[in-house]
C-alpha cells in the first residue's frame, strides 16, 4: 500500500472516530436532557404534591375550627362588649438554669407554663385569624372565653421555651417574626404556631428617629412587606416595630395584602374596630395569675 493511501485511510479512520464521538456526545447531551427534564418534571409533580397536601391539611384545620366554633357558640355565651383580649409576649428565661430577666418584656417559663395551663383548664378558646377578623367586621360572634397569645420578634427563648409548653396543653399562639433576624425559624413549621410579620428589616431606627417604617417609601416598606409575606410562607397579619405607626402605614399594608395590624398600646380588639391599629394586652415579667385571670376575663 502507498503512503499516500495510507495516509488517506488514517484520515478517514480519524474522521470517523471524530464523527464517532461527536454521535455519543449528542447521544449523552439528549440522555443528559431527558434524564433533567424528567427529573425537573418530578420535582415538580412532587412540589404540587406537598401543595396540595398543605391545601388539604389547611382546609382541615379550617373545617375543623369553624366545627370547633360552631360548638361553642351553641352555649350563647359570647364575648362581652369589652372585647377580645390579645395578649403580647417577648422573650422567656429559665430561672432553673440560672438565668435572669433583662427588662420587663422577659417571662420566667415556669409562670408562662402557669398562664397557659390556666387557659387550658378553664377551657378558653383561641379563635383563627379569620375569626378574628369576621369577629371585628360583625360576620361572627366569638366564645365567651376566647383570647389570643401573640410573641413578638421570633427570639430563639420563644421557640426553645415556650413553643413546648404551648404544644404540651394543645393552645395556638401566633409569632411575630422579624424575618431577616429569625426568618430561618420559619423554615421549618412548628405545630400550634401562626407565623406572621414583625416586618422584614423595620424593626431598626429610621432616618427621624422613629420605626424605620415611618420614613421608609412607600415602594421600600411594600418590598419588606413582601419579603417578610414571602419568607414566613404568606403571612398577612403584621405588628408594628416599636409600636410605631401613622395613617400611610394602613394603606400600604392593605396595598400589600395584610388584614390585620397590632400596635402595642394597651384594650382589647372590639367589633368594628380599625383593623390596622388594634390594642392588645401586655403580659410582664410580674404579671401575677390573679393578675393574669383578671386580664383575660370578662
Known sequence: MSHKKKIVNKTKFIRSIIILAVVILMVIFALNYISKKNNNKNEEIAKNEVEEEIKTEELTKTEEAQSELKEKLKTGKYLSDEGLPVLMYHFFYDRSKGETAKDGNWIEISDFEAQVKYLAENDFYFPTWQEVEDYI??????????VVITVDDGDPTFFDLAVPIIQKYNVQATSF????WYGDRAENKEQNISYQSHSYDMHKAGSNGKGAMLSLSNDKIKEDLKLSSDVLGGATIFCYPFGHYNENCFKVLKDSGFKLAFTVEGGRVTKKANKYKLPRVRISGNTSMSEFAKKVQK
Open 177 to 180: 417574626v422579624v424575618a431577616y
Open 137 to 146: 367586621d360583625e360576620k361572627t360572634e366569638l366564645p365567651e372565653k376566647s
